[in-house]
């Protein structure tokens, strides 16, 4: 029976190996950088001479509907001399910043430390008639918003940096052996996702994401996949009590919404999220048959 479930789980992981790699060629092929889902026009001082480009992702309901974009990654930096000629303050004198119910830019702009980390990771999005100011901060996009579910996408995207600390400074106090497991698929997975897999695919995040890094796979989505995957393996061969499981259940529900948090802030498109969520998947499997293996 145990050879039979063995079986089952390394077809599973066939499959999403193949469906990893079909959705990476498809990526390249039709070039899936993934620029958003609206009209975005780059405007000039002479009117005439606007031209516009038609860009494409998988949402759009509250989208801003850009004229210009300010970032030293897009190719196309005419717009962005002619507009403003390279000098923020210009383009803030000609259109005001949007006004937004949740303030989370300027609430954090307070703080020096955050000044800090955010001086240099600056994108600013211009739509019809106003600014919209986007940071990277700790690998997740900040910006004023009136919408509260991206503010709830936001402190999600936070989770797995929360985790991290939790699980080192548990492992350090208990010498627990799940949370060992944890430590180690932590840098595996940022070793892989981060460091090859990102710099070899090389596909673009949403326009409206601030990060300048590679987009494809998401490392949120996968480290939480990861993580839930090595939980409910774990949890079918632990000792079923009480506790252990009340704690399982809040890890899971904590995890679970991470990869909606990461397609909602528009960090990553969906299909960056899907392969990182497979990827995590792998890794937690693998993970979990070395733990079988060496500690029985």
């Not at 479930?5 to 092929?29: D, T």
């Not at 940022?190 to 995040?205: H, P, Q, S, V, Y």
């Not at 409206?208 to 949120?220: K, Q, R, T, V, W």
């Amino acid at each position: 029976m145990s050879a039979l479930i063995q079986f089952s789980y390394s077809i599973s992981i066939i499959r999403c190996l193949s469906v990893i790699i079909s959705l990476v060629l498809v990526s390249s092929v039709q070039g899936f950088h993934m620029r958003p889902y609206y009209r975005t026009e780059y405007v000039f001082d002479d009117d005439n001479n606007s031209r516009s480009d038609m860009k494409i992702n998988l949402r759009s309901r509250r989208n801003f509907e850009p004229l210009f974009t300010k970032d030293k990654n897009d190719n196309k930096k005419s717009s962005n001399s002619t507009l403003n000629d390279g000098n923020d303050d210009k383009l803030l004198e000609k259109y005001p910043l949007c006004d937004a119910k949740y303030k989370l830019v300027d609430k954090l702009k307070v703080f020096k430390l955050f000044q800090g980390l955010i001086g240099k990771r600056k994108k600013l999005v211009l739509n019809e008639s106003c600014i919209i100011e986007m940071y990277e901060f700790l690998s997740v996009t900040l910006k004023n918003t009136n919408d509260l579910l991206l503010v709830l996408a936001i402190v999600y995207g936070y989770v797995p940096l929360f985790l991290i600390f939790l699980s080192i400074l548990g492992f350090f106090i208990t010498y627990n052996k799940i949370l060992l497991y944890f430590n180690l698929i932590i840098p595996t997975q940022i070793i892989l996702n981060e460091l090859i897999l990102k710099n070899i695919i090389k596909i673009r995040r949403p326009y409206n994401s601030a990060l300048e890094s590679y987009g494809m796979p998401s490392g949120h989505s996968s480290f939480s996949f990861s993580f839930i995957t090595f939980i409910l393996l774990h949890l079918t061969e632990s000792n079923k009590d009480k506790w252990n499981i009340v704690a399982s259940i809040l890890v899971l529900i904590t995890l679970f919404p991470i990869p909606w948090s990461r397609f909602y802030i528009e960090d990553h498109t969906l299909s960056q999220v899907i392969v990182g969520c497979i990827i995590g998947i792998i890794l937690g499997y693998l993970f979990f048959l070395i733990k079988k293996i060496f500690f029985k």
